[in-house]
């Protein structure tokens, strides 16, 4: 049966409703706007999200896009204020229900909300056919509180921006971290468990951390200076990435390989969190080895460059 995820059972509450991939300063305007209209009312702001995401379950063949894992996004709504996480199962079910239906059985019988607040282009139903307006009358039908957030610009971009997770994925993909940053308001991270790689890394002097990239959004394929979150270490770790292919030695699977500087810890098979601060150069095929070796200390004599100055900045 479509709805609530098992586990998920508390009842209640002001919902901020949508997918929130990437949890942007666009997506933080809806969840503070649920947490006044929740502490007006007196009830818990909820963030309630989809899953799997609908262009996954519409386009299973589309390249990967996301910018979270469900544990990012779970930790950053809760980070904004929220009481808890609801997360609606999107199937076939979910994707043939009309606005009204979506409402009376999802919102209203499973989650049980005294409010709901979404974005000015939020659409729901099948074929996308309710909007902000449908909901506002929905919600007077069937006696909730209805809020709508403004779309929202940045003024630290060009004028006019908006701050989507379109915008987001579109800067990730021209290597633009910087501008990914000002839109997410923090850095874009990729998290994964550490895998055994071919160990070539170690051999040039260069040990990495192989992290997989799932679902994510591939970025501009190239080399990044990078801060990756251990267990058990308050403090980031700063290093040098390659993401990509690895022509050089052939390789076919895209992938994170990391190399911490100044750590020799052994992380294999641990959950680590690698924030992509800046792009630093173009993937590329080197002639040999050797020649790889050298422009991989190269790399990462400017990558702490980089990261000295984030510090300093």
């Known amino acids: 049966m479509s709805g609530v995820a098992a586990g998920n059972r508390q009842y209640g509450g002001v919902a ?129 509180a209805v809020a709508i957030a403004p779309s929202l610009g940045s003024d630290r971009l060009q004028a ?39 160990k070539r890394g170690r051999t040039l002097g260069f040990p990495t951390a192989n992290v997989p990239l799932g679902g994510y959004l591939r970025p501009k394929a190239g080399v990044y200076a990078v801060r990756a979150h251990l267990p058990g270490r308050s403090e980031p770790v700063g290093g040098v990435a390659n993401c990509g292919k690895r022509p050089t030695v052939d390789g076919t699977e895209e992938r994170l390989e990391v190399h911490l500087f100044d750590f020799a810890g052994d992380i294999y098979g641990q959950m680590i969190e690698v924030e992509m601060t800046a792009f630093i150069r173009e993937e590329r095929r080197f002639e040999s080895l050797e020649a790889l070796k050298s422009q991989i200390a190269a790399d990462s004599a400017e990558a702490r460059g980089v990261l000295d100055r984030q510090r300093a900045s």
């Open 160 to 198: 006019g921006v908006k701050i989507s997770s379109s915008a987001v994925r579109e800067a990730i993909r021209e290597g633009d971290m910087e501008r990914a940053g000002l839109l997410l308001e923090r850095p874009w991270a990729i998290e994964g468990e550490v895998s055994h790689g071919d």
């Open 16 to 144: 901020a409703l949508g997918n929130f991939d990437g949890v942007h300063a666009g997506h933080r305007t809806v969840l503070d706007l649920a947490r006044k209209l929740a502490g007006r009312i007196s009830a818990d702001p909820v963030a309630a999200v989809f899953s799997p995401h609908p262009r996954v379950f519409f386009r299973p063949d589309d390249p990967p896009f996301r910018l979270m894992s469900d544990g990012q996004r779970a930790r950053a709504l809760r980070e904004a204020g929220m009481a808890r996480v609801e997360t609606i199962r999107f199937d076939g079910r979910l994707s043939s229900m009309s606005p009204e239906d979506f409402v009376r059985d999802v919102l209203v019988g499973q989650l049980g909300v005294e409010g709901v607040v979404t974005g000015a282009d939020f659409c729901f139903g099948k074929g996308r056919a309710g909007n902000a307006a449908t909901l506002e009358t929905l919600g007077a039908q069937y006696g909730f």
